[in-house]
Each structure stands twice: as structure tokens, then as C-alpha cells.
């Protein structure tokens, strides 16, 4: 018979969810208007294809990344659909009360709607990691937190340590994946003998993972160029993020059929390494005058991704208890790691007419903001962490892990699922 659903989610799930609601429907009425700008209007079909293709992003292909595990494939993609809806009303109102710091009506129009939604994608790339290990409610104050701490993180960024609206941006693979590993680092562990046959991929939900995979491939070089003003820089982001997305996957087909003894390419690690080089040249992307220079990028990335699922995600699984569910340290933050530091290369490289000793103060400043944005995901994602693991909050019990039965009413309970 199927697992009896938890209290959490049966009575205060609805009832959390529903005052949520309530309060931002209250401070959207008090706080928010829309814009009558003639202005606004005609820049209205440009930011919208670009918001198009980031909320694509979002909805479909982070909905069907997180979908290989066979008996979880209905919580990863309904979840992050919820996910994504509560997060980008959190976003928008914290666009204009943090970013803006003003307390008066703000104007809600297609820039502001498409930050949100990008930074409601923190949220979709930590529960990466944590999926198929707590339950909705916990879900829920995770992306309360987690969005207001990367909202507080932008903007400490951009007032105090000289970050520019889309380098603060494109930290965000760092900040959530560090965050979702801190969280899971908090959770019930060692996983039980239970859970490691759920812990599987199987074919046809893979295919679906294989699917959002090529969504985000296709539109990610508008996630990348999404906020940047100048069109030659846009053009430049546009391009080098395709070359470094075509190069990391060719790498990523070649090396798993390289790393596996009889010469077999695992389909688990083109879902990873495929989209790594879109991530590390998320923040130099306007910065990168070469193809070439793209490409040896995608192919690092590439090299790191599949490095890290074959072999450190066993070592740190083993040494440190710390599972990955879908392999998002390799995909998102060690990328996202190296493209901090290109970034800050490439920008000291760059720098004409400012002496040597203005130089080194700008890229310690560079590094600064880049730890910064690593200690904010620590740090929040260990008050997080501590905080999901009180039991007011029913926690999944280990034997339900990976398990959609825990949350889904299922027309019939097959065998073998």
C-alpha cells in the first residue's frame, strides 16, 4: 500500500501556502503598480523575448532536468513549478523594497519580471541537491529564504563591492548550488539500504531529464546576455555562450565514453557536462573578444564536470556523507566557480589607463565580491539547513526518500514502482 502522506504536508502545507498568498496579494495591492510609460511600452517586445526564453528556461527546462530518479519524476517537476510561481512573487517584491530600498509604490514592468524570474532560479538549481530528500513545506521555507538572501547578496554587491547588475546575476550558480549543499550537509544522513534503489535513473524519465537538458541548452544564451545593455556586448555573450555550450558537449559525450571501462557514454553525465559551459562563462560572457577563448572555457568545463560526477561525487558521498541528487555542485557551482575567477581576470586584463595599484585594490574588490556571494550561500543555507531539520516540520523520513508516493495520489500502486 502507499506511504501515509505526512502531517506537514496534509494540513500545514495548504494552510502556509494559502497565508503566503494572502500577504503578497495584500503587499502587491499596496506596494506595486504598472507602468504607463509610453517609453516602457515600446521597449515592451524586446524584454519580453527575452524574458520568454529565460522563463522557458525556467519552467520547462529546470522542471524536466531534476526528472531521471524513476520514482520521483512527479515531485521534481510539479515542485518546481511551485517553486518557481512562489519565487517569483518573493522576487519582485524584494526587487523593489531591497534593490530600491523605498518603501513607495514601484513600478512593475518586463525588466523587473524577468530579474525576478532569474533569480527565482536560485531556488530551482538548489533543489537540485535537496530533492527526493525533504518534503513541500520545507521547499517552501527554503525559497523564502533562499530568495531573500540572494536578493540582500545583489545588493550588497552592486552598493558596496562594485559588482554591475549582471556579474551579481550571474553569480547565482555559485550562491544556489554552495546553498543547496550546505542545506543537504544539514539533513538526515546516511542515507538507508532503502533508499539506493530509489536513488536510480531509469530510461523513459531520463529522456525527460535529456529534454529539459536541450531546453536550457537552446536558451541559455539569453539567460546570459539577458541583462546587458550594449548590443555589442550582447552579441558577444549570445556567441560566446553557444560556442562554450557546443564545446562542453562534445567533451562531455567524449569523456564519459572515455572514463567508463568498456567505452560506454552514461547518459547521466551529458545531462551535467552539457549545459557546464553555458554556466562558466556566465559572467565574463560580454567580456570574451575570442571564440577560441570561449571554447577552451566549455571544454574546462566540460573536463570538470565529468571529472567531479565520475569520481569526487563518490569521495565527498563517502568521506563526508554528502549526496548530490542531481549533481548540481558539478553542473553549476564548480563551473560557476571558474568563471568567477576568468571573470575577474579578464576584467584586470582589460582595464586601460588605471595604474597598478588602483588595479590590485580592483581585483581584490573582484575576489571579495566573489567569496562574498560563496560565504552568503554558505551561510544561509546553513541557517536553512538547521532550520528544516526541527521536527515542526515532519521531515521526510528516510525510507520515503526519492519516493513520489509520499506526496502524490497515485490512480492505482504498480508493482515495482
Avoid at 518534503?135 to 525559497?143: K, R
Wanted: some cysteine; proline content about 3%; overall charge neutral.
Amino acid at each position: 500500500m502507499g506511504s501515509k502522506y505526512q502531517e506537514s504536508v496534509r494540513v500545514w502545507l495548504p494552510l502556509w501556502a494559502l497565508m503566503l498568498e494572502v500577504v503578497s496579494i495584500v503587499l502587491f495591492f499596496f506596494f506595486t503598480s504598472y507602468s504607463a510609460s509610453v517609453s516602457e511600452q515600446k521597449k515592451l517586445l524586446r524584454n519580453y523575448r527575452d524574458f520568454q526564453d529565460v522563463f522557458i528556461m525556467a519552467t520547462l527546462g529546470f522542471g524536466f532536468l531534476n526528472t531521471s530518479l524513476r520514482r520521483h519524476c512527479w515531485s521534481s517537476i510539479a515542485f518546481n513549478l511551485f517553486l518557481l510561481a512562489l519565487g517569483v512573487q518573493l522576487a519582485v517584491l524584494l526587487d523593489g523594497l531591497l534593490v530600491e530600498l523605498s518603501l513607495r509604490k514601484m513600478v512593475i514592468d518586463m525588466p523587473r519580471i524577468l530579474r525576478a524570474t532569474m533569480s527565482a532560479t536560485s531556488v530551482l538549481i538548489s533543489a537540485g541537491v535537496v530533492l527526493g530528500k525533504v518534503n513541500l513545506l520545507q521547499l517552501v521555507i527554503m525559497t523564502l529564504i533562499e530568495v531573500t538572501a540572494f536578493s540582500a547578496t545583489r545588493l550588497v554587491g552592486m552598493n558596496y563591492l562594485d559588482m554591475d547588475n549582471h556579474v551579481s546575476m550571474m553569480y547565482i550558480h555559485m550562491f544556489a548550488a554552495y546553498f543547496g549543499l550546505t542545506v543537504v550537509c544539514c539533513l538526515q544522513k546516511p542515507l538507508p539500504n532503502a533508499s539506493e534503489d530509489k536513488d536510480q535513473t531509469a530510461t523513459s524519465p531520463s529522456l525527460f531529464t535529456m529534454l529539459g537538458t536541450l531546453f536550457l541548452w537552446m536558451f541559455w544564451p539569453s539567460f546570459n546576455s539577458a541583462l546587458l545593455d550594449i548590443a555589442e556586448e550582447r552579441k558577444m555573450a549570445v556567441f560566446n555562450t553557444y560556442y562554450a555550450l557546443a564545446v562542453s558537449t562534445v567533451t562531455a559525450i567524449l569523456m564519459s565514453a572515455l572514463v567508463h571501462p568498456t567505452g560506454k557514454i552514461n547518459m547521466t553525465h551529458i545531462h551535467n557536462a552539457a549545459l557546464a559551459g553555458g554556466v562558466v562563462v556566465g559572467a565574463p560572457s560580454n567580456l570574451i573578444h575570442y571564440p577560441w577563448l570561449a571554447m577552451v572555457l566549455g571544454f574546462l568545463a566540460g573536463m570538470i564536470s565529468i571529472g567531479g560526477v565520475k569520481y569526487l561525487q563518490a569521495c565527498l558521498q563517502r568521506t563526508l556523507e554528502l549526496h548530490d541528487t542531481y549533481g548540481v555542485h558539478y553542473t553549476f557551482g564548480l563551473p560557476g566557480l571558474l568563471g568567477g575567477i576568468v571573470n575577474i581576470v579578464l576584467m584586470a586584463l582589460q582595464a586601460q589607463g588605471i595604474d597598478e595599484s588602483m588595479r590590485g585594490y580592483q581585483v581584490l574588490i573582484d575576489f571579495g565580491a566573489l567569496g562574498f556571494t560563496i560565504i552568503m550561500g554558505v551561510t544561509s543555507g546553513l541557517l536553512t539547513g538547521l532550520l528544516l531539520n526541527l521536527n515542526i516540520w515532519k521531515s521526510t523520513h528516510k525510507v520515503h526518500y526519492f519516493d513520489d508516493q509520499s506526496f502524490w495520489k497515485f490512480p492505482r500502486l504498480a508493482v515495482g514502482y
